[in-house]
């Protein structure tokens, strides 16, 4: 009886091994062709500076948009891609696109605007990553200070590769390009890092946000995590900002900037154009 059971447990443990297997193979197989075929589309999210209401910056975002119309959003590919390699050539892509609308956006709007950009571990360990991003940087003219590299916490924890890490870190710090650490506090890492790599921006979960203005100990949680955050001499950007209530609490907890469907959704390059030529009003448009 209970090896009967256990028997079904390991069968149905392989066929939904089987399954995720098959799924991951065929969208790597659908994403080959989807560069080439143009597929890809960049999003962009402003972020807003909290002091001045005003928008500071974006955040690229990518979708793709399959043949047929149908969009499938970056969290059911970009873990693919990224164990598959394909996410070199799409993170390529995603810079030079987004770099290229951000000396346009600064041109036409004439603000030094930023662009925020995710880069995942494959891609910031790829050799001549850094010459990438300084080429993209020369060849668009943009100041390499209005270029944020956002990461997730997980690169910190593969102690293999931290020379590496922090070498690609410092070279393009060097240049003035600032580093973001991209969902603090979801990575299950220990806060070491914080001392052995210098980052410029710590963009706070928004599981942190989510609750602030009805929970007192998560608004306790996320007024310790920016008070840390400005001690070591990073910048604040709340994630995931949906309510007024929580907007007016981050601002009087002294988070520098703010970014979420309060402020606005990702946009369309197109739109985003819109709203910087005045055309719409440039803030909390959700
Ligand atoms: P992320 O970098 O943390 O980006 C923020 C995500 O939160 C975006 O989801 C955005 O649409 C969503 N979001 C923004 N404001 C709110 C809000 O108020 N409420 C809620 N519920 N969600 C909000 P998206 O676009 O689906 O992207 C998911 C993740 O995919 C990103 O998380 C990032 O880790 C990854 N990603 C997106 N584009 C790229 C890319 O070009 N390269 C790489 N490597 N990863 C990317
Ligand atoms: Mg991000
Ligand atoms: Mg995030
Ligand atoms: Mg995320």
Aim: aromatic content about 8%.
């Amino acid at each position: 009886q209970v090896r009967r059971r256990k028997e079904a447990g390991y069968c149905f443990y392989r066929a939904e091994m089987n399954r995720r297997a098959r799924e991951a193979l065929a969208i790597e197989q659908a994403m080959l062709g989807a560069l080439a075929a143009d597929e890809f589309e960049l999003s962009y999210q402003p972020i807003e500076e909290m002091s001045t209401g005003e928008i500071r910056g974006l955040e690229a975002l990518v979708r793709w948009y399959k043949q047929g119309g149908e969009c499938i959003p970056p969290d059911h590919f970009i873990a693919h891609a990224e164990e598959s390699g394909q996410i070199v050539e799409l993170g390529e892509w995603v810079l030079r696109k987004a770099v290229n609308q951000l000396a346009q956006w600064q041109l036409m709007s004439g603000r030094s605007l930023a662009m925020a950009i995710n880069i995942s571990p494959r891609q910031l360990l790829q050799p001549g990553f850094v010459a990438l991003v300084r080429e993209v940087i020369d060849s668009e003219g943009i100041q390499p200070g209005t270029l944020e590299l956002e990461v997730t916490e997980s690169i910190f924890l593969d102690e293999e590769v931290e020379e590496q890490v922090i070498e690609v870190i410092d070279s393009l710090r060097a240049l003035g390009v600032r580093w973001s650490i991209d969902d603090f506090g979801t990575g299950f890492s220990a806060l070491g890092y914080l001392k052995r790599f210098p980052m410029d921006v710590l963009k706070i979960d928004r599981q942190f946000i989510n609750d602030i203005h009805t929970d007192m100990d998560a608004a306790m949680l996320c007024q310790a995590i920016i008070w840390m955050a400005k001690g070591l001499r990073m910048e604040v950007i709340a994630e995931g900002v949906e309510l007024p209530e929580q907007h007016e609490m981050l601002r009087q907890s002294g988070a520098t900037m703010a970014q979420g469907y309060f402020i606005s959704r990702p946009k369309s390059a197109d739109v985003i154009t819109a709203q910087l030529q005045g055309m719409d009003k440039p803030a909390r448009q959700p």
